[in-house]
C-alpha cells in the first residue's frame, strides 16, 4: 500500500505533481517561463488538461481541474486525477511523488484517495516476479489544511478496502465458508472486535433452515459469524446492524448458470466481505457506534442432496418459504440473518449483497440500488453520504403492491416472481424485519471485468467507503 506524508514546503530533485484549478495563475517557482507559456498555448487551444515534463532525475507533472455542477462530483475529478496520475508513475517508474497545490483539504484528498484505490493488485497467484513489482511507493501531500489524522482516516480506510478487495478476489478453491469466517475473525482480532463463529450444529440447533438448506449441495460445512463492536462511548444503545450476503460460490445450485454467469461468484460473498471491513474500519478509527455484523456463509451447489426448486424451507422465525428457483439463495440465507437481528432490536439493519441480475442490468456499473422500509431518514442520509464517496445509490420504490408477488400459494412465501426482480427480492427481505431496514443491491459493482479511472480491474471494494462514511454521519446526528 502507498505511504502517504504531509509536508509543509516542497522538496526540491523529486518528482513533482502542480494540481490547478481552471482558472487559477500558474507562475509557480517550479515551471520556467517556457513551459508556462506552452501549457498556456495547450490549455486555451486544445482544452488539454495534463502535462508531463522529462526533467531527466524527476518528473514535473501539471494537471489542471475543471470544477463540475456539484461538489462532490468535482471530488470525482481529483479521484479521477489520482487513478492518472498513478498510472503515469507506474509507467515511468516514479516512486516517490509530491503534490503541491492550494486546493483544498477534501481536494487533495479526493486525489490521494483515487491514488491508493487504483493502486490496489491483487498478484498472489503470480509467479513472475516482474510482474510482482509495483513502483510507486511513496506520496507527499504539500497542503497545509491536511493533518495527521486526515492522512489516518484515509490510509485505515484504504487498508479496509484492500483486505475487502483480498477477500472478493480469492477463488473458492482458497476460500470457502470456513475460511471466509476465518478471514473475518483475524479482521476482528486486529480491530479489536469481539467474534464468534457458528459452525454446522449450532446453525442447526438455532434451526436456521434458510442457510442449512442452500448448503444442503456442498461438502463444507456453513458458517455464521457474529462481530460486534461496542466502545464505552458509543452514542448508541441500539445497534447499527450489518447484515452481509457470504456465498463464496455460487452454481445456482440445481438451478445451474449458463456458460459465462458463473465466471465471477467468486464475487458472491462481496456483501459479507463490504461489511465485515467496513467494521474494521469503524473499529480502527474508534468511532462512537455500536456495531453488530451478521455474515451466513456457505457455496451453493447442485449436488443429489442440494436444494430443488419447489421445496419448502422452514426459516428461522418459522416461515415457511416455496423455492421457486435455487439460485435465488442470496435472499434465502439473508432472510436468517435478519430474523437473527431482530434480538438486537437495532437502532437500523442495512444489508448488502450481489443478489440480483436486476440490479446490474438496471444500473451497470454505475450505481447501487436500494430499498428502504421504516428508514427514510436514514436513507437520505446514506444517499448523500454515497455521493460524498461517488459509490451512488439509487432508491427504488417500494409499494405494498409488491408484497402481493411474493405470496405463495401453497406455503408463506416464495423466493423468486416474474417480474420487478431487485424491488420482490427486497420484499422477501423485508419480510423478515420489524425494524428500520435498508437493503443495498450491489450486483453491478462489487466486481470490474475491466479497468476504468482509479478503479481496477476484479474487485472493487465497493461499499466500504460508504459504510464508514455513513457511520460518521450516523455519529454526528446521534444524541
Not at 517556457?34 to 495534463?50: A, P
Not at 490510509?155 to 475487502?164: G, I, N, Q, S
Not at 478503479?455 to 459504510?467: E, F
Request: charged content about 20%; aromatic content about 10%.
Amino acid at each position: 500500500m502507498i505511504s502517504i506524508e504531509k509536508i509543509l514546503t516542497a522538496k526540491q530533485g523529486i518528482s513533482t505533481l502542480l494540481i490547478f484549478n481552471e482558472k487559477d495563475n500558474i507562475g509557480n517557482s517550479l515551471l520556467n517561463s517556457e513551459q508556462q507559456g506552452y501549457i498556456m498555448t495547450q490549455l486555451k487551444q486544445n482544452e488539454r488538461t495534463f502535462f508531463t515534463f522529462n526533467m531527466f532525475s524527476y518528473w514535473i507533472i501539471v494537471a489542471f481541474i475543471k470544477e463540475k455542477a456539484t461538489h462532490y462530483e468535482t471530488i470525482e475529478e481529483f479521484r479521477k486525477l489520482g487513478g492518472k496520475v498513478l498510472d503515469f508513475c507506474d509507467s515511468e517508474f516514479i516512486v516517490d511523488l509530491q503534490a503541491v497545490s492550494s486546493i483544498g483539504k477534501e481536494e487533495m484528498l479526493g486525489f490521494a484517495e483515487g491514488m491508493m484505490i487504483n493502486s490496489y493488485t491483487f498478484d498472489n497467484y503470480k509467479n513472475d516476479p516482474k510482474r510482482l513489482i509495483h513502483p510507486f511507493d511513496h506520496l507527499y501531500l504539500c497542503n497545509n489544511e491536511i493533518n495527521t489524522n486526515d492522512i489516518e482516516r484515509l490510509l485505515t480506510v484504504a487498508c479496509a478496502m484492500e483486505k475487502c478487495r483480498d477477500l472478493v478476489n480469492e477463488p473458492v478453491c482458497a476460500l470457502n465458508a470456513e475460511a471466509l469466517a476465518a478471514a473475518f475473525v483475524d479482521l476482528s482480532n486486529e480491530a479489536g472486535v469481539s467474534v464468534e463463529v457458528l459452525l454446522k450444529n449450532e446453525i442447526e440447533n438455532k434451526k436456521m433452515g434458510g442457510l442449512l438448506a442452500v448448503n444442503k449441495g456442498s461438502m463444507d460445512t456453513p458458517t455464521f459469524t457474529i462481530m460486534q463492536y461496542k466502545p464505552e462511548n458509543a452514542k448508541n444503545k441500539q445497534p447499527l446492524v450489518l447484515v452481509g450476503k457470504g456465498i463464496v460460490y455460487d452454481t445456482g445450485g440445481l438451478n445451474l448458470k449458463p456458460g459465462d454467469y458463473m465466471n465471477d461468484m467468486k464475487e458472491d460473498m462481496a456483501g459479507a466481505a463490504m461489511m465485515a471491513c467496513a467494521i474494521y474500519a469503524i473499529a480502527r478509527l474508534n468511532l462512537p457506534i455500536y456495531v453488530v455484523g451478521l455474515f451466513p456463509a456457505t457455496d451453493n451447489r447442485p449436488s443429489g442432496n442440494a436444494y430443488a426448486s419447489g421445496d419448502i424451507i422452514n426459516m428461522y422465525d418459522g416461515t415457511n418459504v416455496e423455492v421457486g428457483n435455487t439460485d435465488a439463495e442470496g435472499r434465502i440465507i439473508l432472510a436468517d440473518a435478519l430474523s437473527y437481528a431482530k434480538q438486537f432490536a437495532p437502532l437500523l439493519t442495512i444489508d448488502a449483497a450481489t443478489l440480483t441480475g436486476s440490479a446490474s442490468r438496471t444500473l451497470g456499473p454505475f450505481g447501487i440500488a436500494a430499498i428502504e422500509k421504516d428508514a427514510a431518514n436514514f436513507m437520505n442520509l446514506i444517499k448523500d453520504c454515497g455521493n460524498d464517496v461517488y459509490e451512488r445509490i439509487a432508491e427504488f420504490p417500494f409499494w405494498s403492491e409488491y408484497d402481493e408477488l411474493i405470496k405463495s400459494d401453497i406455503a408463506d412465501i416464495k423466493n423468486v416472481t416474474e417480474t420487478a426482480g431487485m424491488i420482490t427480492a427486497g420484499k422477501f427481505l423485508a419480510y423478515f424485519t420489524n425494524y428500520p431496514f435498508i437493503h443495498l443491491d450491489i450486483a453491478g459493482v462489487a466486481m470490474s471485468n475491466k479497468k476504468t479511472s482509479y478503479r481496477g480491474l476484479g474487485a472493487t471494494g465497493y461499499g466500504v467507503r460508504l459504510i464508514v462514511h455513513f457511520a460518521e454521519k450516523l455519529t454526528h446526528n446521534l444524541k
